[in-house]
C-alpha cells in the first residue's frame, strides 16, 4: 500500500494536485488505516495516471470524469468535440499574436491602419512624439465613434500633408508642444489655421466634416480633450475666435 506521496511519484504529479483531485472528486479518497493515515492501492495509481494523461492532453477537468468511465464510443466523442474546442482556442490565440505583433509602438493600440500609416507620415515630416501621441489618442475617440468614417477622414488627412502650409502648420505646433509659446507664435499658428479652414470652405470641406462627423456632443467631448491636452490650447481657441471662426475639432465660420 502507498502513501500519497508515493502515489505522487508513481503517477508523475504533485501531493497537491491528489488532493486537488480528491476535492473535485476525480480521485476517490481511501478512509485512513489504523495509524490514522491514507493509503493507496495500485488501482489508485493507474487512475492517477489516467487523470494526469487526459489533463495533459488538454482535457478540461470538468469533463476527465466524463471520459474516465466512457466506453469506446462515447470516449471517441467527447475527445473529437475537445479537438474541436482546442482547435477554436488555437485559432483564438494566433488571431490574438496577429494583433500583439501589430500593435508595435503601440500606435496601433485601438486605431485602424489607416491612422497608423498617417502618424508615420507625420513622424516623416519630423513631428515629435509628444504631439504624435495627442493625435493618436484624438484618433482612438473618432475611430470608436466613426470607424467607417476613417479610411476618408484619413485619406483627406495625408492630402493635406501635401500642403506646405499643413506642414508648417504641424512645425508651429510642435515648437508650443515642446518649449511652450509666446503669444506671437501663437498667433501666427491661429492665423495659419484661419487660412487653411477659409480654403476648405471655399472647397466645401467643412461641410463634409458635418455629414462625417455630425455628433455635436461628441465633438465637444473632442474638444474638451484637446483643451485638457495642452494649455496653450484654450488661448489659440480665444485666437481663432477673434479671427472669426469657432470650434476646434470642427470649425466653422462665425456667422456675421
Known amino acids: 500500500m502507498l502513501t500519497i506521496g508515493r502515489l505522487a511519484s508513481y503517477a508523475g504529479v504533485t501531493i497537491r494536485a491528489v488532493r486537488h483531485y480528491h476535492q473535485i ?15 493507496y492501492d495500485a488501482a489508485s495509481v493507474v487512475r492517477l495516471i489516467r487523470i494526469r494523461t487526459l489533463a495533459e492532453a488538454g ?6 470524469r466524463e471520459l474516465l468511465d466512457a466506453d469506446a464510443e462515447t470516449f471517441a466523442a467527447a475527445t473529437t468535440e ?18 500583439i505583433a501589430r500593435l508595435g509602438c503601440g500606435d496601433s493600440l485601438a486605431v485602424p491602419a489607416e491612422v497608423v500609416d498617417y502618424l508615420d ?73 484661419c487660412e487653411l479652414n477659409e480654403a476648405a470652405a471655399a472647397h466645401g470641406e467643412l461641410e463634409q466634416q458635418d455629414e462625417i462627423m455630425p455628433d455635436p456632443a461628441f465633438i465637444g467631448l473632442m474638444d474638451s480633450f484637446a483643451s485638457a491636452a495642452h494649455p496653450a490650447v484654450a488661448r489659440m481657441r480665444e485666437l481663432i475666435a477673434e479671427r472669426g471662426w469657432t470650434g476646434w475639432t470642427r470649425m466653422a465660420k462665425r456667422e456675421p
Open 25 to 39: 472528486g476525480l480521485l476517490p479518497e481511501p478512509e485512513r488505516d489504523a495509524s490514522g493515515y491514507r493509503t
Open 59 to 64: 482535457v478540461p477537468l470538468a469533463r476527465v
Open 82 to 99: 475537445i479537438d474541436r474546442q482546442l482547435r477554436t482556442q488555437i485559432r483564438a490565440l494566433q488571431e490574438h499574436r496577429r494583433r
Open 121 to 193: 507620415r507625420l513622424r516623416a515630416i519630423g513631428v515629435p512624439a509628444v504631439v504624435i501621441e495627442g493625435e493618436r489618442d484624438g484618433w482612438i475617440l473618432v475611430a470608436a465613434r466613426w470607424p467607417e468614417a476613417i479610411p476618408t477622414l484619413m485619406a483627406d488627412k495625408v492630402a493635406q500633408l501635401g500642403n506646405p502650409t499643413t506642414v508648417r502648420l504641424y512645425q508651429l505646433i510642435a515648437r508650443i508642444a515642446e518649449s511652450g509659446a509666446d503669444d506671437e507664435l501663437l498667433r501666427e499658428t491661429a492665423d495659419l489655421i
